[in-house]
């Protein structure tokens, strides 16, 4: 590692000089800070939503209680390759690819999607109940109602949660793809560190906290929403089946 008491001093005499020149932040460039926010914003929400929609056939081909093995693995294979490297990895790709811009960082977070939410949304589907999944099947009815009636109910408020915590790790991404040139905050922010505009920097810090705060609020409320009324559904089900069975019980 290096280390030694001197550098240790050192670091931190530099450290304290680096933070006393990031205060007080300087928010006079309000309008080149709220527009790489914006764009940030922008490139997490739509590569959160594209990979949301991409993740969805794989997590289903890969789950193997409903799929055989031949489809299962090719599936699981897109799913690992899509989180074999770090979002930062794919935007230099990416960048290289279709140039700098904040398309590559869409790009990039929509391959990181896929690859969270397909292995979350797998392994979910293959924790259902299997009961559930043969009573529909005993009706007779086909693989498009037993993946709407049996298998989706039991798994719809966990992929809520997925989706909302991709969508706030996409903004805390956002920021890195920037940096390599992925368009976003994190472009801004690299200019600010190599301009030594430290108290810049801390605005650009403060708002992306502000940001991802404000992001976890709502992801938290979304989730409480679906949880409730999932919630409030399985009860009046619940409560349809004993009434069902009292009266089959007069009978």
Known sequence: MDAS??????GLEHGGRFLSRMFPPNFGRAELLWKGLAESMQIAVLASALGIVLALPFGLLGARNLMPAWVSWP???????????????VAILFVKAVGFGALAGILALTVASIGFIGKLFTEAIEEVSVKQVEAVRATGAPFASVLAFGVLPQVFSRFIGFATYQLDSNLRNSTMVGIVGAGGIGGTLFAAFQRFDYDFVSAILISLIALIMAGEIFATAVRRIFIENATLSELFRGGSRAAQDRQLEDE
């Not at 008491?5 to 050192?10: D, F, G, L, N």
């Not at 599936?75 to 930062?88: C, E, I, N």
């Open 5 to 10: 008491w001197e550098r240790i001093v050192a």
């Open 75 to 89: 599936a699981r294979f897109v799913v690992v390759l899509a989180r074999s490297f770090h979002p930062v990895v």
